[in-house]
């Protein structure tokens, strides 16, 4: 699987961004798809994820209520609309997929390239 994230960029505090991450190579209907994010000088933390097939989602406590995860399953691809964003939102999104649902980014198997957010205050 080969995940292509996009959609970052600077936005003031309390803006909104929406991430895109495009899957090829193979189907994930089968997989959970999900985002982190890491901030200079910190581990990659949990986001939010998705069941592929049912659309089931989980939030980490962080952004829940201000992110919504959603896909298109016609166009393979997953979104993350971020709303009310904070400067502690600042870090490189990663789109991550695999038949794991588990919050610790080493359980999950395939990865894309990141995509910068940065907050201002």
């Known amino acids: 699987v080969q995940l292509q994230a996009s959609g970052g960029g600077l936005v003031q505090a309390g803006g909104s961004l929406r991430l895109s991450c495009a899957a090829s190579?193979?189907?994930?209907?089968?997989?959970?798809m999900g985002w982190f994010r890491q901030a200079p000088g910190k581990e990659r933390e949990f986001v939010a994820r998705?069941?592929?097939?049912?659309?089931?989602?989980y939030y980490a406590d962080s952004v829940k209520g201000r992110f919504t995860i959603s896909r298109d399953n016609a166009r393979n691809t997953m979104y993350l609309q971020m709303n009310s964003l904070k400067p502690e939102d600042t870090a490189v999104y990663y789109c991550?997929?695999?038949?794991?649902?588990?919050?610790?980014?080493?359980?999950?198997?395939?990865w894309g390239q990141g995509t910068l957010v940065t907050v201002s205050s």
């Open positions: 998705i069941n592929w097939r049912v659309g089931i989602t």
């Open positions: 991550a997929t695999g038949p794991s649902s588990s919050s610790y980014s080493s359980s999950w198997d395939y």
């Open positions: 190579g193979r189907s994930v209907s089968t997989y959970v």
